[in-house]
Every structure is written in structure tokens, then in C-alpha cells.
């Protein structure tokens, strides 16, 4: 199992009645009792927090099934794009924006606005198609020391 990476995914197949297919899941490839997925119990600033207690998968098998998905956090974009086919919102080159999911693992971008000298993110975003990630490159944030952001279970801070 650990040839597979600690991260987000989206579901490709169930595991029986605790986790469906196509959901948001943060997989851990080690911890106790094993390796195992892990269902958001809720947002904060636009990213997941994932349950403490997850799942443990069957089988190397359904490792493998699991989509890696893009980290939320922030990203610039490298070329122009709208969100969608109605265009209904367009997305500039170099523009800062905060990459998300919903709990289908869809893409959400949140713009974020200079507000008194603050960067101040939206609590609503849009929704993009998955291939425009591509679009994106990750940047570089330095985390306050002793705040770890809201992301993977506690287990996997260990």
C-alpha cells in the first residue's frame, strides 16, 4: 500500500456502505489498524477536515482505483480560462486562486480580494472542470509556525 501516496483522492469504487464511489477522501497508507480512507467531517476556509477514525480499505486493489486529486491550497493561474462552457466566470494569467473540493471531489476556486491590506477568501467559489487544473501551478506559502492548515487527519501528522 504505500506505493500509493498519503493524499486526496476521489473514490472510483465502493467500500461497501461507509464510503461510496466519486467522494472526496484524504487516503493514509499506513496508521492503525492499516491503511485506510478518510471522509471530510466538515470545511474550514475552503478546505476539507477530514474524520479522525477512516476506513480501512480491502486491498491493494483498491488502492489503486483511487483518482489523485490536485492539494487544495494556492495556486496561480498560468493561462486565461473560463470556468465552464457558459463562461460564466473567467479566470485571468497570474491570477491568485484557492484551490478546493466538494464532497463529489469537484474542483472549487476561490478568488481571493485585497481587503485593507488583507487577502480575504470568499466562502463561496466556482466550480471548474477537472482538466483545467492544468492550467494551475502550486505556490509556495510559508505556514505560521505551529498552525499546520486543515487537511489530512491527525494520525497523519505522526
Given at each position: 500500500?504505500?506505493?500509493?501516496?498519503?493524499?486526496?483522492?476521489?473514490?472510483?469504487?465502493?467500500?461497501g456502505?461507509?464510503v461510496?464511489?466519486?467522494?472526496?477522501v484524504?487516503?493514509?497508507?499506513h496508521g492503525?489498524?492499516?491503511?485506510?480512507?478518510?471522509?471530510?467531517?466538515e470545511?474550514?476556509?475552503?478546505?476539507?477536515?477530514?474524520?479522525?477514525?477512516?476506513?480501512?480499505?480491502p486491498?491493494?486493489?483498491?488502492?489503486?482505483?483511487?483518482?489523485?486529486?490536485?492539494?487544495e491550497?494556492?495556486?496561480?493561474?498560468?493561462e486565461?480560462?473560463?470556468?465552464c462552457?457558459?463562461?460564466?466566470?473567467?479566470?485571468?494569467?497570474?491570477v491568485?486562486?484557492?484551490?478546493?473540493?466538494?464532497?463529489?471531489?469537484?474542483?472549487?476556486l476561490?478568488?481571493?480580494?485585497l481587503?485593507?491590506?488583507?487577502?480575504?477568501?470568499?466562502?463561496?467559489?466556482?466550480?471548474?472542470?477537472?482538466?483545467?487544473?492544468?492550467k494551475?501551478?502550486?505556490?509556495?506559502?510559508?505556514?505560521?509556525e505551529?498552525?499546520?492548515?486543515?487537511g489530512?487527519?491527525?494520525?497523519?501528522?505522526?
Open positions: 500500500m504505500e506505493k500509493r501516496p498519503c493524499g486526496l483522492y476521489r473514490t472510483s469504487e465502493a467500500i456502505d461507509a461510496p464511489a466519486g467522494v472526496l484524504y487516503f493514509h497508507n492503525d489498524p492499516g491503511p485506510g480512507v478518510y471522509r471530510p467531517r470545511w474550514r476556509h475552503n478546505r476539507a477536515v477530514f474524520e479522525e477514525r477512516g476506513t480501512v480499505i486491498d491493494e486493489r483498491y488502492a489503486e482505483s483511487l483518482v489523485a486529486l490536485l492539494p491550497g494556492l495556486y496561480r493561474v498560468l486565461p480560462f473560463p470556468c462552457e457558459q463562461e460564466c466566470q473567467r479566470f485571468e494569467a497570474e491568485l486562486v484557492q484551490l478546493g473540493y466538494d464532497g463529489q471531489a469537484r474542483p472549487i476561490f478568488v481571493p480580494e481587503v485593507d491590506g488583507a487577502l480575504v477568501f470568499p466562502e463561496r467559489g466556482t466550480r471548474v472542470e477537472e482538466w483545467k487544473l492544468g494551475l501551478r502550486p505556490l509556495q506559502v510559508r505556514v505560521a505551529g498552525r499546520a492548515p486543515a489530512p487527519p491527525p494520525a497523519h501528522l505522526n
